[in-house]
């Protein structure tokens, strides 16, 4: 079963080895590819005032996945995601300029 446990930030050092080099990229993540690790943290961490969980959601959506990172909309569709909308050249890509990225959606509750 996942371990779902409260961020703390003994934790920075794992979280930013994870995102560093998915920032640096320029493919997947609205966040400047030169990003600083201050800059993410703040952002990452601590621009929340506080974090909640909520149960009894109807739906997830996500508002912004590119549409080059094939690895994550095989993902989320595999988990029962579906493409609701395109919004054409709405990423700037690195190396291949402006993308579509897509808005997936699932139902949670019927």
Known sequence: MLDIRPYQASGWRSVWAVLAPTFRSGETCA????????G?????????????????????????????????IRLWKKHGFAIVAVLPGAFRHRSRGFVDALVMYKQLET
Do not use: C, D
Request: net charge neutral; no cysteine; aromatic share 12%.
């Open 31 to 38: 966040y400047p590819p030169e990003i600083t690790e201050a």
């Open 40 to 72: 993410a943290r703040a952002v990452w961490i601590g621009a929340p005032m506080a974090t909640f969980v909520a149960r009894g959601f109807r739906a997830m959506q996500f508002n912004l996945v590119v549409s080059t990172n094939e690895g994550a």
